[in-house]
């Protein structure tokens, strides 16, 4: 997170770390002001220390990876492919990251790890396939899709845009139990909605859920954080009522938003 006033920009790790800028703080593939920088961006940070603090010297923004234009989709095409269920939908991103949100219907192979999880591609050297991670800086998605293409696949495409831009659209995004377990068992801030009928949530239910029924949910807004990145779980036993109540969520504005897949 870049703050212009404060001229600091803040990076979370796991930790939270805070590195302070100022006019001699050199930029390099970026010529908009810093605070105009979007949080999706990958950038390097030289610094030194001074009296326990951190002070940039270089903040260098990471451009789009080179990729051939023939073999990109764009996110209307991939909200098609999604809906026709008319590919492999492959994130190539780190386990945490898949399991923190990820396009539903997704499988996850980690391109560290593709060698590992090469019989989870399709037995078809033609079938389709596409592959998607963070966005245009990443060359996850890229460097995947070579591999695969280099096993003789030949219908394979390139979500470069990534989950960022699938999100800012408002489409879908699951999340894993695994995740929701750490988030619980960190004891990380977070609103866990049961969206079944109560007498169902009554019988069992997730420690820490609250149930709003999607009967309900319309008129319940009042009740959610007014921090609209706050993170956001939805669990029922349908994912067809989950993905109601994710769409009457997400419209409210809250972006981190997702369902238990």
């Not at 979370?12 to 002001?33: I, R």
């Not at 396009?103 to 999880?117: L, R, S």
Request: aromatic share 10%.
């Amino acid at each position: 997170t870049v703050s212009g006033k404060a001229a600091m920009i803040q990076i979370d790790t796991g930790a939270l770390w805070t590195v302070k800028f100022d006019e001699n703080t050199k930029l390099k593939n970026w010529n908009q002001p810093l605070n105009k920088l979007p949080k999706e961006k990958e950038i390097a940070i030289t610094y030194v220390e001074k009296n326990g603090e951190f002070y940039a010297t270089l903040i260098n923004v990471k451009p789009p990876v080179a990729v051939d234009p023939s073999k990109v989709i764009k996110v209307n095409e991939m909200k098609k492919i999604y809906d026709a269920k008319s590919a492999l939908i492959i994130d190539c991103r780190p386990a945490g990251r898949y399991n923190e949100g990820h396009i539903p219907g997704a499988i996850n192979i980690w391109f560290a790890e593709f060698d590992k999880h090469i019989d989870k591609l399709p037995k078809d050297k033609n079938s389709s396939i596409v592959y998607y991670c963070q966005g245009p800086t990443w060359a996850l998605t890229p460097s995947s899709a070579r591999r695969a293409e280099a096993l003789g696949y030949t219908n394979v495409k390139q979500f470069v845009d990534g989950l960022p831009e699938w999100k800012k659209q408002g489409y879908p995004v699951a999340s894993t139990v695994k995740y929701l377990q750490e988030l619980i068992s960190k004891d990380i801030p977070h609103v866990l909605v049961d969206v079944r009928p109560r007498e169902q949530a009554e019988k069992e239910h997730i420690k820490g859920a609250i149930n709003i029924s999607l009967a309900e949910l319309d008129k319940a807004k009042k009740l959610f954080p007014k921090q609209k990145n706050a993170p956001i779980i939805i669990y029922c036993t349908q994912d067809k009522l989950s993905l109601k109540a994710f769409d009457i969520i997400r419209k409210w504005g809250y972006v981190n938003t997702s369902y238990l897949e």
